[in-house]
């Protein structure tokens, strides 16, 4: 169990480049998850921290030795890869016992830890069988079983879940977060399904284009986006965007007019087009009575679209050439083409500097 | 199950050409085997098309009044250095090619191919000029080392697309559970690649076998089967020489045999 720190790496593949120095600190027993879109450089960076690739620039820390050109056997880590790697030459018993062979756990222990990791991942019956008579969910859960039977200083987990059916992969969220805390190690865990990451997580780290955009709790991502990416990656349905320009405490938009709080005025001095955010479920009708704790700014549109989702709704409404998403519980009901008042609730809103794209507010 | 009628024409001439293919093979080796062992009267009586009685004598006499048996020993032995000595350098620069990027490789790639367009001929005499100097002429070891040069090319080709068919994750995977780059190789990619590599050694034993033309040039007193037999048979009765081709071919029937199933799969990936 050591912690874990990477300061400035960069990996570059050729013109690509994959990791654009990251720094990231990440405590004894944490678990973190890197969550972006595909392509973005999270698998690189496990590569990075487990030794399989070695950066072109920056270090890599586990508590205060440099491990950054250390062999990977000699880092004391365990990886789940994303195309799995279990042994096709090996039967899912021998697979999970390899390691535990290579480091020398009595024969008897070996049996019961195996036993142990395969009725946790309820892959019980199949210990006899060779990875070509296996489906690829339980090929994963025999590359995660094979990971967590050597208790490893840091756990590395590169999508260990992401074949698995919707069921089976919420059982084994729970399974896997509650093992890490039993065990307090360190976890590195990559996904780029945002439930997930928001569920499991002690800290997330959210990745664009080989960069950390932030790193923070579930709450802190969510709620203080720090940037126009993140406030657009995580959340489903996505978070509304629209230009406003500035001038002093009004944003207009060209169709509609904003008035903010006097006290927005320092806040906006200076910036003369800013990018507004507002999430679909912080938009209300006005008809249903604003809940408590909401600062409304009231407008009006037209209701362009229903999507109803059985417990929520989400209204498409126009104002002018501006969509807003608006998500209202499933018993709300409202015609296609009618007029509506909704507030936006200013405590809510985020504002982004159109420039440099990072929040204001 | 109806058939229609382009369909029925296009088996048949299938089987018909896959029939003409299979003779076109067997029918010598037929032969071949017969003659072996027909006793040698029935052999040269002109009445009879194919002789109906047989012994073991011709084989046994190419084998130990001829003293065939030496030099088949003497093949024995070349072709086991050869692989052994084929398989140390080009296994590793097979596996380099599958698995690392450097300046410069596929010039690497080329120039191993172009290697394999030099006529043994060609070789022959250069071969035996450096022979003679270094005190290599007339030994085993430079039989051996001369046809380590004509199955290097292969060896490094074929088992680095062995390698290449083998994701490199299974490797790291090993490397990250605490296997060294060594380790790896030796308890995951090798016994993954076995069956290929096994393959690959039958194919430079058969090669090496039958190799005749450098074997005659370079050793004289010990020679090995094909080059000995070149030389005895010439002068033999009929029967013996098809003693001598049973005596051939034979090894290479067992093996190929044997790793049919695997001399499939590395043509399969060599295509590829
Ligand atoms: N060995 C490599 N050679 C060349 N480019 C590479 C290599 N590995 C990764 N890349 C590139 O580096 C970038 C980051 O790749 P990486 O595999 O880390 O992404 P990822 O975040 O894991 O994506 P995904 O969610 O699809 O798995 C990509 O643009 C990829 O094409
Ligand atoms: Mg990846």
Redesign the interface.
């Known amino acids: 169990m050591v912690s874990v720190r990477l300061e400035n790496l960069v990996k570059r593949f050729g013109k690509v480049t994959a990791v654009d120095h990251i720094s990231l600190a990440i405590k004894n027993g944490e678990f973190v998850v890197l969550l972006g879109p595909s392509g973005c450089g999270k698998t690189t960076t496990l590569r990075l921290i487990s030794g399989l690739e070695l950066p072109d620039e920056g270090r890599i820390y586990f508590d205060d030795s440099d491990v950054t050109y250390l062999p990977p056997k000699e880092r004391n880590i365990s990886m789940v890869f994303q195309s799995y790697a279990v042994w096709p030459h090996m039967t899912v018993y021998d697979n999970i016992a390899f390691p535990m062979r290579i480091k020398k756990v009595p024969e008897d222990e070996i049996k019961r830890k195996v036993k142990w990791a395969a009725e946790l991942l309820r892959i019980g019956e199949l210990l006899d069988r060779y990875p070509h008579q296996l489906s690829g969910g339980q090929k994963q859960r025999v590359a995660v079983a094979r990971a967590i039977v050597v208790e490893p200083a840091v756990l590395l987990m590169d999508e260990p879940l992401s074949n698995l059916d919707a069921l089976l992969r919420m059982l084994m969220r729970s399974e896997i977060k509650k093992l890490q805390r039993r065990l307090k190690v360190t976890t590195i865990y990559v996904t780029h399904d945002q439930v997930e990451a928001m569920v499991m997580a002690d800290r997330v780290a959210v990745m664009n284009k080989g960069r950390i955009m932030q790193i923070g709790t579930t709450e802190e991502i969510y709620n203080k986006p720090a940037n126009l990416f993140v406030a657009g990656f995580i959340g489903s349905p996505r978070m509304n965007f629209f230009e406003a320009s500035v001038s002093d405490t009004i944003l207009d938009t060209g169709y509609f007019k904003m008035k903010l709080p006097e006290e927005m005025k320092q806040v906006l001095e200076g910036y003369e087009t800013v990018i507004v955010g507002i999430r679909p479920e912080d938009i209300h009708p006005v008809e249903r009575g604003i809940p408590p704790g909401v600062k409304p700014i009231e407008l009006e549109g037209r209701v362009d679209f229903i999507e109803p989702l059985g417990s929520d709704t989400i209204i498409h409404l126009k104002i002018g050439e501006i969509l807003l998403l608006v998500k209202v519980p499933g018993s709300y009901i409202v015609e296609m083409g009618r007029k509506l008042k909704v507030a936006l609730d200013f405590n809510k809103l985020h504002i982004f500097d159109k420039k440099t794209e990072k929040a204001i507010l | 199950m109806k058939m229609y009628k382009g369909e029925a024409l296009k088996m048949i001439l299938t089987y018909a050409l896959a029939s003409i293919i299979v003779a076109w093979i067997l029918v010598p080796l037929g032969l071949i085997f017969i003659s072996a062992f027909a006793v040698p009267k029935e052999y040269y009586n002109i009445h009879k098309l194919i002789p109906l009685a047989f012994t073991t004598e011709n084989v046994y006499t190419l084998l130990f009044v001829l003293k065939a048996w030496k030099s088949t020993l003497n093949s024995l032995i070349v072709a086991g250095l050869t692989i052994a000595i084929s398989f140390a350098l080009g296994l590793p620069t097979g596996y380099s090619l599958a698995r690392f990027m450097f300046k410069g490789k596929d010039t690497f790639k080329l120039l191993i191919i172009g290697l394999r367009m030099f006529p043994v001929i060609v070789l022959a005499i250069p071969f035996t000029v450096i022979y003679l100097k270094i005190g290599l002429a007339d030994t085993l070891i430079g039989v051996a080392l001369a046809h380590t040069a004509m199955s290097l090319p292969f060896v490094v080709l074929i088992t680095s697309s062995l390698f290449s068919g083998i994701?490199v994750?299974?490797e790291?995977?090993?490397?990250?559970?605490?296997?060294?780059?060594f380790e790896a190789f030796f308890r995951?990619t090798l016994?993954?690649a076995l069956p290929g590599l096994a393959a690959a050694a039958i194919f430079v034993f058969i090669m090496s076998w039958n190799e005749v033309f450098i074997a005659s040039v370079l050793v004289l007193v010990n020679r090995t089967l094909p080059a000995d037999i070149l030389v005895s048979a010439l002068n033999a009765p009929d029967p013996l020489k098809f003693a001598a081709g049973f005596i051939m071919v034979l090894p290479a029937m067992i093996f190929v045999f044997f790793a049919r199933k695997y001399l499939i799969q590395v043509w399969g990936i060599t295509i590829r």
């Open positions: 994701p994750d299974y790291e995977a090993g490397m990250v559970f605490g296997l060294s780059r995951i016994p993954l």
